[in-house]
C-alpha cells in the first residue's frame, strides 16, 4: 500500500445475494434509449440509432433504500433497468463470449433530472449533471450468474405508491447485454467490477418527495426505494 498524502476514498462495493462479501465496483456505463417505446417517448426513432453510453460515477450507486431528492432541479424521473455485473473484461470483446464476463445481474433504477438532462441536449452539452449525481442510481444486492440464468426476457416494471408506471420486457431491448458488452469493449477496455445499466422502457416519469418506488424484474427481489 503506498502512503496516501489525504485520506484515501473507499471503494464503492454492492453486497452480493447469498454473500458476505462484496462486489468492488470499477465503472458504471449506462446505455440510452435501449428500448423502442422509450426511444419513441423521448422524440427518436428507435431504428436508426447505433447504442450510445454515458457514466454515472461508482460512488452514485446506492443501496440505502432511500432516494433523496436531487438539488438544483424541479423534475426527476425514475428509469427502472437491469444492471449487469461484470466480473472479467478486456477490448474487443465477441459478441459469442460477452456472457462469459458477466458477474451478475441486479435490478437499479437510472434517477434522471430530466429538466437538466434536456437542457444539456439543447446546448449540445455533457449529461453529467442531469446523471451522474449523488444517489443516482438505486440499486439492490447483485445476484450472481451461478445462482440462474441469464436474464434476457422477463417482465420489468416500475411502480409508484402502488400505481405501475413503466412495463416493459427484457425482450424488447434493442442492443442485448452481450451485444452491449461486445459493442463498450470496442471503446473501452473493460475490467472486473464494471456494471452497465442496460436501458429503460417507456413510462418514464416524475417522482416526488414521500414517493415509494417499486422495481420489479422477473426472477428478482424488488427494488424498493422511497423519494425523501
Ligand atoms: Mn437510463
Same mark, same amino acid.
Given at each position: 500500500m503506498p502512503e496516501f498524502v489525504i485520506e484515501a476514498p473507499q471503494v464503492p462495493t454492492l453486497p452480493v445475494s447469498g454473500s458476505s462479501a462484496v462486489f468492488p465496483v470499477r465503472r458504471v456505463y449506462c446505455i440510452g434509449r435501449n428500448y423502442a417505446a422509450h426511444a419513441v417517448e423521448m422524440g427518436h426513432d428507435p431504428d436508426k440509432e447505433a447504442p450510445f453510453f454515458f457514466q454515472k460515477n461508482p460512488?452514485?450507486? !446506492?443501496? !440505502?433504500?432511500s432516494f433523496p431528492y436531487p438539488p438544483k432541479t424541479e423534475n426527476v424521473h425514475h428509469e427502472i433497468e437491469l444492471a449487469v455485473a461484470l466480473k472479467s473484461g478486456g477490448r474487443n470483446i465477441p459478441v459469442d463470449s460477452a456472457l462469459d464476463h458477466v458477474f451478475g445481474y441486479a435490478v437499479a433504477l437510472d434517477m434522471t433530472r430530466r429538466d437538466l438532462q434536456g437542457e444539456a441536449k439543447k446546448a449540445g452539452r455533457p449529461w453529467e449533471v442531469g446523471?451522474?449525481?449523488?444517489? !443516482?442510481a438505486p440499486i439492490t444486492p447483485l445476484v450472481p450468474v451461478a445462482s440462474g440464468a441469464h436474464p434476457d426476457h422477463g417482465a420489468i416494471t416500475l411502480a409508484v405508491n402502488g400505481s405501475v408506471k413503466q412495463e416493459g420486457d427484457l425482450?424488447?431491448?434493442?442492443?442485448k447485454v452481450p451485444e452491449m458488452i461486445s459493442y463498450l469493449s470496442d471503446f473501452f477496455e473493460l475490467s472486473a467490477g464494471d456494471v452497465i445499466l442496460t436501458g429503460t422502457p417507456s413510462g418514464v416519469g416524475p417522482v416526488e418527495r414521500g414517493d415509494r418506488l417499486e422495481g420489479r424484474i422477473d426472477g428478482f427481489d424488488p427494488l424498493n426505494v422511497k423519494v425523501v
Open positions: 460512488n452514485n450507486l !446506492s443501496i !440505502s433504500g446523471k451522474a449525481f449523488e444517489d !443516482s425482450n424488447q431491448m434493442i442492443w
